[in-house]
């Protein structure tokens, strides 16, 4: 169990040092305030719609499922 909540850990930190370092180059740019406010805009429109989609997805795997009884839980090694 906790290896895979160190995995999910590094996956996340991955996610945001990427997140901060485009919004850090974003930032940094030598453009005027309007075209770094409308990138942004267009950045942020695209990482929402990429995370709606990888959260549909996500629900669309564990729906079956969670359905299951649950005494059917497959894998792991922890007893209880």
Do not use: H, Q
Request: aromatic fraction near 4%; include cysteine.
């Amino acid at each position: 169990m906790s290896d895979k909540n160190t995995e999910t850990a590094a996956i996340l930190a991955f996610f945001a040092g990427a997140a901060l370092a485009a919004g850090a180059a974003l930032l940094l740019t030598p453009k005027t305030g309007r075209e770094v406010r409308e990138k942004l805009g267009d950045v942020t429109e695209d990482a929402v719609g990429k995370i709606r989609s990888a959260v549909r997805e996500a629900k669309y795997k564990v729906a079956p499922k969670a359905k299951d009884e649950p005494g059917d839980i497959e894998g792991g090694s922890c007893w209880i």
